[in-house]
């Protein structure tokens, strides 16, 4: 570790996912939520934090295990069942841009929808798809992950949120999800079946008893004991975590 990052580590300490009292999730599909944080997102909606959910597409080509389905009809599926996993998980405010998946779309359009509920919800803290995972070739997922972050560093700034048709929020921190660098771990010992049963509620995609449920279940499971022996904490979800220190010309923040 340098030893510039050594200091700025005492000097701008990250923020605490916890310690906040206004959340928004960004999702950029249906479902995405509950597999990035939704263990988390239960542990906040039970200590009484404000938590708002926002979905950015619409799932209409999310049709592996619902062959046949018509678009319109899948839609209208996957908007109840984000309802009721968010119910499940303890969430009543749930927001929906209802742009096409597969990106089509324009970015600007997402950025502007972003915005705009950042205005009205008015979170401390986001969290949203980390856009710079190597790995990840899902358009949906970059794109809302990068739309994310420059909405979160402009929200502050009455001025540029204004020009964008937004009232600003206070936003402290961003919190990536399906990251390859976590930096903050958040404890959910006994937490992870109720993000399962969430995740059950989503039928098109994670039908009980097939294969596509026991995958994601397998893998939840052991990425709570990884992050939890990280952390020493039995089981955790893992967020790379940026306070407003730490948002703007500090490349060390992003090593």
Do not use: W
Not at 164 to 185: I, S
């Amino acid at each position: 570790m340098s030893l510039t990052k050594t200091v700025l580590r005492f000097a701008a300490p990250l923020p605490q996912v916890e310690s906040f009292e206004r959340y928004l999730f960004i999702g950029p599909h249906p479902d995405d939520i509950e597999i990035g944080a939704g263990a988390t997102a239960a542990k906040l909606a039970t200590a009484g934090k404000k938590l708002t959910f926002l979905i950015c597409t619409d799932g209409r080509f999310g049709t592996e295990n619902t062959p046949g389905t018509a678009s319109e009809e899948l839609i209208r599926l996957r908007k109840a069942e984000s309802l009721a996993s968010a119910r499940a998980i303890g969430v009543d405010d749930v927001r929906f841009l209802e742009l096409s998946d597969g990106a089509f779309y324009d970015p600007a359009d997402l950025f502007r929808g972003i915005v705009r509920v950042i205005g009205e919800a008015k979170p401390e803290l986001i969290f949203a798809p980390d856009p710079d995972v190597s790995s990840e070739c899902h358009a949906d997922h970059r794109n809302t992950g990068e739309a994310a972050r420059r909405a979160a560093f402009f929200a502050p700034f009455p001025e540029i949120m204004n020009q964008h048709g937004a009232a600003p929020a206070d936003v402290q921190a961003l919190a990536f999800y399906m990251t390859a660098k976590p930096n903050r771990f958040v404890k959910v010992k006994g937490l992870i079946g109720r993000q399962l049963g969430a995740l059950l509620l989503h039928k098109t995609q994670f039908p009980r008893e097939s294969e596509s449920f026991r995958t994601i279940s397998l893998y939840l499971k052991l990425r709570a004991a990884d992050f939890g022996l990280r952390s020493l904490n039995g089981q955790a979800e893992g967020f790379r975590v940026l306070g407003r220190t730490q948002m703007h010309c500090l490349p060390e923040a992003g090593k």
